[in-house]
């Protein structure tokens, strides 16, 4: 049988498990909200954590809280911050939109978790929630800067890393394949030859550029709305906590954050998160590309374009003995599909905003994070189990470039764009070659065939 503790909140008093640090508001949050599996991402306790432990040293630097409930305090964070207290958040998403009841589960499991180091020390001072670990601060505020927080060096710390793995993979493949001639296709027919160096090139430039717009427009997420407190006043705070706070951030975290020039725009408006989102949309878009590109050249393997050979990774079918399918592919492009669908989501709880306040936070950032993961680990996945074994079929590659009519472009210069529509036409029609083709008309000599069609000259 489960063990309780009495907690104490404004509305009274409430059972917790005697085995919990949260208090009476997490309780409550947790048994109001039984909605759904989705968690608060862990992501965005760490960032809270930080701010108190940020806000803790700069109050106690201000002398409105004590060196003793500061240390205690600041331990705390440090404790939660190694993982070791996961298990001691556990709202789900779907709670009051500005995320007041994860704020609060934050601070009561870092003062009961500082009052219980004071109590191991003798200590006479306790630690309260909302007037010490809270202090200069409104859920208004935190819960906001911790959004951008926790976005931007997820950003940085996982989905740029994958990012630029899956572009290392595409370089070494774009390198081992750069003079192998193949056929280009446009509006999914045959056209002009290309390298398959070169169509990998296409898709490594798409993530040089896709890095850059996330490096551009990430910076945004660096301005913070500490300080704003309930409706961007700052009231109870001193005049120089925000920018202390945010300098005291940025030491912690490493990451050049600063305050919000403006705290009302701040707690009411997240374009910049609806900004930063689009470039993962973007990403998302060119990865749905690539995937594509990367199953269709690969279909077959004998009844379809047949280019390239994935690697095996499983069985395919449950029917079809010896069926491989490009299943890396599938799951990118299924991520893709979500990330879409968390774009959406995204710019409109962040078109919500009420007066002072959006309250659609938790499902702004459960969405950005959620996107941020799985792009993250679908490129690191598709880049090991898929782009790096990826092989060339270099003998369907060359059957198809031989037997491609738009090889026909290059006699233009030579008899003129109809002439060699009429060759083209002719040795589809007839099934010819379209040197037999071209010989049948009288336009051009075998000699000169020879000579003017060479599909390694045209890439």
């Known amino acids: 049988m489960e063990n309780f503790r009495i907690e104490k909140d404004t509305l009274g008093e409430v059972q ?15 048994e109001n909200f039984k909605i759904g599996t989705e968690k608060m991402p862990i992501e965005v306790i760490y960032a809270l954590t930080n701010i108190k432990k940020a806000a803790s040293l700069v109050n106690n630097q201000l002398g409105k809280l004590n060196s003793e409930k500061m240390t205690a305090i600041q331990n705390a964070c440090n404790e939660i911050l190694t993982g070791n207290f996961d298990d001691q958040f556990p709202l789900v998403v779907w709670q009051t939109g500005s995320g007041t009841q994860t704020n609060m589960n934050v601070n009561e499991v870092i003062a009961n978790r500082a009052n219980e180091l004071l109590r191991s020390q003798n200590s006479e001072e306790k630690v309260h929630a909302n007037d010490d670990v809270n202090m200069s601060q409104s859920s208004n505020d935190t819960f906001p800067s911790a959004m951008h927080m926790a976005a931007y060096q997820f950003l940085n710390v996982n989905l740029i890393p994958a990012l630029q793995e899956l572009k290392s993979a595409l370089i070494s493949k774009e390198k081992e394949f750069e003079g192998l001639v193949k056929i280009g296709r446009t509006h999914l027919q ?72 403006n705290k009302f725009q701040a707690l009411t408006s997240h374009n910049e998160i609806v900004l930063v989102h689009g470039s993962l949309k973007a990403l998302a878009a060119d990865l749905m590309k690539i995937a594509n590109d990367i199953r269709f050249l690969a279909s077959g393997p004998r009844s379809g ?155």
């Open 190 to 261: 045959d056209a002009t030859p290309i390298t398959l160096g070169q169509e990998i090139s296409g898709w490594r430039a798409m993530l040089d550029k896709n890095e850059k717009m996330v490096n551009e427009v990430g910076k945004y997420l660096l301005d913070l709305a500490i300080g704003g407190t309930a409706v961007g006043t700052g009231l109870n705070t001193h005049p120089e906590f925000a920018e202390r706070v945010a300098k005291e951030i940025s030491n912690l975290t490493n990451y050049p954050f600063k305050t919000s020039e």
């Open 305 to 459: 374009i047949g280019e390239l050979i994935l690697p095996v990774n499983e069985p395919g079918s449950s029917i079809m003995p010896g069926k491989v399918n490009p299943t890396q592919s599938e799951a990118l492009t299924m991520i893709v599909c979500q990330v879409f669908g968390n774009d959406f989501t995204i710019g409109f709880a962040a078109s919500q905003g009420n007066f002072e306040l959006n309250v659609f936070k938790p499902v702004i950032i459960y969405n950005f994070i959620q996107s941020i993961r799985l792009l993250s680990d679908g490129m690191r996945t598709f880049s090991e189990k898929c782009v790096k074994g990826i092989a060339a079929n270099k003998k369907v590659i060359k059957s198809h470039l031989e037997q491609s009519l738009m090889l026909v472009t290059a006699l233009n210069p030579h008899i003129g764009y109809e002439k060699a529509a009429e060759i083209a036409k002719l040795a589809y029609k007839e099934n010819l070659t379209l040197k037999e083709a071209a010989q049948k008309t009288g336009y051009v000599s075998p000699e000169q065939f020879d000579q003017w069609i060479k599909p390694e000259n045209m890439v």
């Open 16 to 30: 917790v498990p005697s085995e919990k640090y949260w208090g009476a508001q997490t309780q409550r949050s947790k």
